[in-house]
Each structure stands twice: as C-alpha cells, then as structure tokens.
C-alpha cells in the first residue's frame, strides 16, 4: 500500500480528494495540511512514498516546499495540483524536482493516472499543459530561456520574498519565520541587491511573475 500526503490549503477539495483516494485500495492518506511549511514537517515525520501538493499557497507555496523535500530525501515523489496552466508554473515545478503536474480541472481519473505514472518512476504533465511546456523547450534550445532568476536566491530568500509579496511586514516576516526583525531586513537587502530590484513595488511584481505568490 502507498502512503501519501495531501496538501491543499482549501479544506473542501482536500476532503475532496481525501474522500476519492481513500476509495482506491492500495492507498492510503497518512497525514493532510493546508500550508506549506507544515507540509515539510509532515513529510519529514511521516516520510510518505508521495505527496499530493497544491502549487499557490499563502506563506510557503507548493514550488518552494517541494524544494526543500526534495533536498532532505532526493528521491521523493510529488505531484503538483494546480489552477494555473502558466508555462512558468510548469517548469519551476519541475526544476524544484516535482515529478508531475495536474490542473485541478482535470478528472479524478487523470490524477490516479498520474499516480500510476509517478509510482513506476516516470513524469506525468496533463496533456492541455503538453503544447506549452513545448513551446518553452523550444524557446530554451534558442537560446530564448536562460538560467531562472530565482536561483541566485537561497530557500530562504525565496520565503522571505514570498512573504514580502503577500504584503507581509518585516515584523509579520520575522514572526512567520520565527528569526529578527533585523534579519529579514538584512535578507530583503539581499534579495535587491541580487535581483537589482529596488522597491517593495519591485519584488512584488517580480515574485508573482515568478509564480512564489498570486495577486
């Protein structure tokens, strides 16, 4: 039997989802969150064979917490559930180390499918997101895609960027993630420095085109 754990910041689509699973014989939900950094600690206490994740959400969003996964154990599996076909969403899920990507649109049958695919080790992108991940190869081979700008950022510049994006203070930063005031200034700093972006405004704008936050 394999165990997973869901992560959905909607209680309804988790029990949702949770009500669909629990009908498959050869699985089993271990544990259910809502955000993701509650997510990481579950997966590290329960270490489940997959994570069911939901890309958009507030404080840790899906991308940054599969991230930290897979560093602790690299040979983790997740599946990513999303609203957003955005080609940008697609392929930071993938590079965080996501082993497929589902749109919440899709049936409950496409997602056991997805499963299936991830269990025998393989990827799994709905088929609507095909043609646009495509056109973003395409657009890499010439030369059109470089390195993403998020990796000149540590994990915990991405947190804190993320955070700044949803409009949190550098008071709220440092009680979300439990360090100083003057440390999370001393990040945001960095963070300008290294994406030559200068305001709040700026990161703002720059961490939901990036997908670490939504409007």
Do not use: W
Not at 28 to 36: L, T, W
Not at 111 to 125: F, M, P, Q, T
């Amino acid at each position: 039997m394999k165990t997973v754990l869901l992560v959905e910041d909607h209680a309804l689509v988790r029990r949702g989802i949770r009500t669909m699973l629990e009908v498959e014989a050869d699985m089993k939900v271990v544990g259910e969150c809502g955000d993701g950094r509650e997510a990481v600690r579950l997966f590290n206490r329960l270490r489940p064979d997959l994570v069911l994740m939901d890309v958009a959400m507030p404080d840790l969003n899906g991308i940054e917490a599969a991230r930290q996964m897979i560093a602790s154990r690299p040979g983790a599996r997740i599946i990513m559930l999303s609203m957003h076909a955005d080609g940008q969403y697609v392929v930071e899920s993938f590079r965080a180390g996501a082993s497929g990507y589902v749109l919440k649109d899709a049936a409950f049958g496409e997602l056991l499918s997805a499963i299936k695919a991830v269990r025998d080790g393989k990827r799994y992108l709905s088929p609507p997101l095909n043609e646009t991940l495509l056109t973003d190869y395409v657009r890499a081979t010439r030369g059109d895609r470089t390195v993403s700008e998020l990796d000149i950022l540590s994990n915990r510049e991405r947190e804190v960027l993320q955070l700044i994006g949803e409009g949190n203070s550098s008071a709220e930063i440092a009680g979300k993630l439990e360090i100083s005031v003057r440390t999370v200034e001393t990040h945001r700093q960095h963070i300008m420095e290294k994406l030559n972006i200068h305001s709040v405004a700026g990161l703002t704008k720059f961490a939901i085109r990036h997908g670490l936050c939504s409007l």
